[in-house]
């Protein structure tokens, strides 16, 4: 795998401050600075293997997790004026719903997810959806049996919905174990974890590190994703994590 790939995770593009929302402003400049620097942003099974990209140039993989609205509103329109392509990953039995499952900020229970009348125009316009499972539990806390309906079902739903291949599963809050993974990895192309890193040539394609675009919300830090200065601010900050873990 080409040293210079991340997968970036959004969730809602909002100004509430919250841990899990990127104010449209700054998610407005790091697209123009992606842009600017000629740096491509692909799905995540092109970012692990594609001919095409340049091997000694950065790429990344642009992530939305729980679809909310405001990816329809605020992001979308961006994205398509710069070209990028997207991966959103749905709550599949909340579309047109409140967020409003356990353990999402107060400040989003309100929040609007995306209808599938939505989800269905955006998939005509090539964005890649993905599985978030049915209803955003913690998986690893759950039977085998509910787990694998979760995953398995999700799946179902957005394919018969759309009429494509769902090819990638994002596991909420990060929540996996072996056996989650053995499950996805006989259902799913790609799983993206919570797990703060770039992506190694050794990075399991069925849990694979992302980072979260909450650590990059200063402008010093997304301007310099591919150098060492931000390696190691990342390495920090998922030394702390692992002592301390917040995942969305």
């Known amino acids: 795998m080409p040293e210079f790939r991340a ?11 919250s841990v899990v929302s990127t104010a449209p402003s700054i998610f ?17 099974a092109e970012l692990l293997s594609c001919p095409k990209l340049d091997a000694a140039h950065p790429a990344v993989s642009l992530t939305f ?11 979308f ?4 004026e710069y070209n990028m ?24 229970r309100s929040r609007e997810l995306m209808s599938w009348s939505r989800v269905e ?17 913690r998986l690893a806390e759950l039977s085998d049996e509910a787990a694998r309906t979760e995953i398995l079902e999700s799946k179902a739903r957005i394919e018969d919905r759309l009429g494509a291949p769902v090819r990638c599963f994002a596991y909420p ?8 993974r053995g499950v996805v990895a006989e ?44 390696r190691s601010y990342l390495a920090s900050r998922a030394f702390l994590r692992s002592w301390n873990p917040q995942h969305a």
């Open 187 to 230: 259902t799913f192309e790609i799983g993206c974890s919570t797990r703060l890193g770039y992506l190694r040539p050794d990075s399991p394609r069925e849990s694979l590190e992302r980072i979260d675009a909450y650590y990059l919300q200063h402008p010093f830090w997304f301007r310099r994703l591919f150098r060492s200065v931000t």
């Open 28 to 44: 407005r400049s790091q697209m123009r600075n992606l842009f600017e620097r000629g740096i491509p942003s692909v799905s995540p």
């Open 173 to 180: 809050y990060g929540s996996e174990s072996p056996g989650l």
């Open 85 to 108: 392509r997207s991966t959103v990953f749905l709550v599949a039995d909340r579309l047109g719903k409140p967020s409003d499952w356990g353990r999402q900020p107060a400040s989003h």
């Open 7 to 17: 997968i970036l995770t959004y969730h809602s593009l909002d100004d509430s401050g």
């Open 121 to 137: 125009e955006l998939h005509r316009a090539g964005v890649e959806f993905g599985a978030h499972t049915l209803t955003h539990p």
């Open 65 to 75: 997790d729980d679809g909310f609205d405001n990816f329809y509103t605020e992001a």
């Open 77 to 80: 329109p961006l994205l398509a």
